[in-house]
């Protein structure tokens, strides 16, 4: 069965610095999601694509997070500068259309010293 | 805020028992979509079963069925027979519509299976 593609797997990175995360969705998945999930709680989204376009980025803290799906297919998620609090795990997913079922990537796990 | 409220942080079953996981929402919306996710520890999250608002017949995969009262807003999560591999965090989501569809997930339920 075909897969949500992230990387890297774990990043370890001091504050202040950049750091860039990868997703390739299940091919013809239209839609593209980023989450965030800390230990013990549910994800939380941060972006929604649909195809190229942005759909919803109400809770993406825009200051330091910037998200791109530039040719509709692949996605990255940048952070500049990482402060501590953003120690997480970040899931990537797909689905074919938005009321459909969501694929999760394995995620990157995220910490910050 | 619309919510998703998964009242047991934790519960354990034995090995071939049945247990029911817990779980409740809100939402205006008259159409959505209820699932239940299963997270692996270190693993992937994987859709467990789904149930469309419409439907009135209760969704069953397998060992897995889900329990759906739409007037009182609760969608529980039974698991058959239950396995060393059904450990996991499972997790409730809801997705509702209006202008564009958005999935809101509940706090999760860490459920071990004892042998």
């Known amino acids: 069965e075909a897969e949500v593609a992230q990387s890297p797997r774990y990043k370890i990175t001091e504050k202040s610095q950049a750091v860039a995360f990868w997703c390739d969705p299940i091919?013809?998945?239209?839609?593209l999601y980023w989450y965030r999930q800390i230990l013990g709680q549910g994800p939380e989204l941060l972006v929604q694509?649909?195809?190229?376009?942005?759909?919803?980025d109400s809770q993406l803290p825009k200051d330091r997070f910037s998200a791109e799906r530039l040719k509709g297919v692949d996605s990255t998620l940048k952070i500049q500068p990482a402060e501590l609090g953003d120690s997480a795990m970040y899931l990537c997913?797909?689905?074919?259309?938005?009321?459909?079922?969501?694929?999760f990537g394995d995620g990157t796990r995220l910490s910050i010293l | 805020a619309q919510t998703v409220t998964q009242s047991q942080p934790e519960m354990s079953v034995q090995e071939a028992e049945t247990v029911t996981l817990s779980c409740t929402y809100d939402?205006?919306?008259?159409?959505?979509?209820l699932f239940w996710y299963k997270q692996p520890p270190s693993r992937q999250m994987i859709l467990v079963i789904r149930?469309?608002?419409?439907?009135?017949q209760n969704a069953t995969e397998n060992r897995f069925s889900v329990n759906f009262q739409k007037a009182a807003k609760s969608f529980s999560l039974k698991i058959s027979d239950s396995q060393l591999g059904d450990t996991a965090m499972y997790f409730c989501?809801?997705?509702?519509?209006?202008?564009?569809?958005?999935?809101?997930f509940g706090k999760g339920t860490l459920l071990t299976v004892n042998p």
């Open positions: 149930q469309e608002a419409y439907k009135q």
């Open positions: 989501a809801r997705l509702s519509g209006g202008s564009n569809y958005k999935l809101t």
């Open positions: 939402t205006s919306e008259s159409n959505y979509y």
């Open positions: 694509f649909q195809d190229e376009s942005v759909v919803d």
């Open positions: 997913a797909s689905s074919l259309e938005e009321n459909q079922p969501q694929h």
């Open positions: 091919s013809g998945h239209a839609t």
